[in-house]
């Protein structure tokens, strides 16, 4: 069974900075995509950032330049370091693992970021 456990939000100013961490537990293959989600209230969960075992990236336009994913595969751990927050990006951030070897997709409980004006 896989866990996945976030750690890191909380409340900041816009234009301030937060960093997410999420840690893996479990049985997963070297092989996986891990990442960010996040959802706002009303509107669906969209993606923020991924990163490859590879260490290849992938990033939402809205968020391009002012956030960073990152890993550490021997801790299984992904981090998400935000930086020139916008009250735009207030939202439950999830972590998510998709294993590719069972093609498995898992789920953070989700962090609430609140960025105030």
């Known amino acids: 069974q896989v866990q996945l456990v976030e750690s890191g939000g909380g409340l900041v100013q816009a234009g301030g900075s937060l960093e997410l961490s999420c840690a893996a537990s479990?049985?997963?293959?070297?092989?996986?995509?891990m990442g960010w989600y996040r959802q706002a209230p009303g509107k669906q969960r969209e993606l923020v950032g991924t990163?490859?075992?590879?260490?290849?990236?992938n990033y939402a336009d809205s968020v391009k330049g002012r956030f960073t994913v990152s890993r550490d595969n021997a801790k299984k751990v992904v981090y998400l370091q935000m930086n020139s927050l916008k009250p735009e990006d207030t939202a439950v951030y999830y972590c998510?693992?998709?294993?590719?070897?069972?093609?498995?997709?898992?789920w953070g409980e989700g962090t609430q970021v609140t960025v105030t004006s």
């Open positions: 998510n693992l998709q294993d590719w070897r069972t093609l498995g997709n898992y």
């Open positions: 990163i490859t075992s590879g260490a290849n990236t």
């Open positions: 479990g049985n997963i293959f070297s092989r996986n995509t």
